[in-house]
């Protein structure tokens, strides 16, 4: 579905997730496969250590620096989704904060998010993603400036439904900024009771909206599930 949306770039974006029960082992999708190509067979099985425990395959080199190295320091985060999807990357290209509270789908996200402000080119060693991994600290979106976005959740729905609703809300927010016209900020106390009220029903929404994508890719095409 990610593919479907345009969330992805190429080859080159990757999903991660904590294999339940085993928390020193994540599934990532393997290098040189599109995300529209990666069925369930296809998903490796990877240690903390940048081992291939199980399929058929290598994490690309970053996947491994950035995913591993965040699941090891933030074990809370079950699932990690590293994109450049183009309307929250451009954001991340501005000076500046990237989201502005102006819209409601940006409250979702309403003191949740952190950013990178050290572009230092690829994540070829541990250290980068470990200072990936820092910057992030208690946040659970990091903007990465001039590259692109990390989502993570306490569960796959909850970081697939972060992951949807962060680029609907950078989308609208470059559509309104393209006018030329100032940006009408909603006051603190409002975005910040409109976020209470998200955050309390997000789990279930998200729970509801990764069982609809399911639905849907079910009944086009089953082949996601080989």
């Not at 940048?50 to 985060?77: C, D, Q, W």
């Amino acid at each position: 579905m990610a593919a479907r949306l345009g969330l992805h770039e190429g080859i080159c974006n990757h999903f991660s997730a904590l294999v339940p029960g085993h928390p020193e082992l994540f599934l990532v999708n393997p290098y040189g496969w599109a995300f529209e190509e990666i069925t369930a067979s296809r998903l490796l099985v990877c240690d903390l250590h940048g081992h291939v425990v199980a399929g058929t395959g290598e994490p690309e080199a970053t996947a491994f620096y950035i995913h591993a190295r965040l699941h090891l320091r933030k074990p809370s985060a079950a699932a990690a989704f590293h994109t450049h999807m183009p309307h929250a990357t451009a954001l991340g290209m501005l000076e500046g904060p990237p989201l502005m509270w102006a819209g409601q789908t940006a409250l979702k996200f309403y003191g949740r998010t952190s950013v990178d402000e050290s572009y230092n080119g690829l994540a070829l060693d541990t250290s980068e993603g470990d200072r990936i991994a820092a910057a992030m600290g208690d946040a659970d979106i990091v903007f990465l400036k001039n590259h692109g976005v990390m989502v993570t959740g306490p569960s796959i729905a909850e970081a697939w439904d972060d992951l949807y609703y962060l680029e609907r809300a950078a989308e609208v927010q470059l559509k309104a900024m393209s006018t030329g016209r100032p940006l009408k900020p909603i006051p603190a106390h409002v975005a910040e009771a409109c976020y209470q009220q998200m955050r309390a029903g997000d789990p279930e929404s998200a729970r509801l909206h990764l069982e609809s994508v399911k639905r849907i890719l079910t009944a086009e095409s089953r082949d996601f599930m080989r």
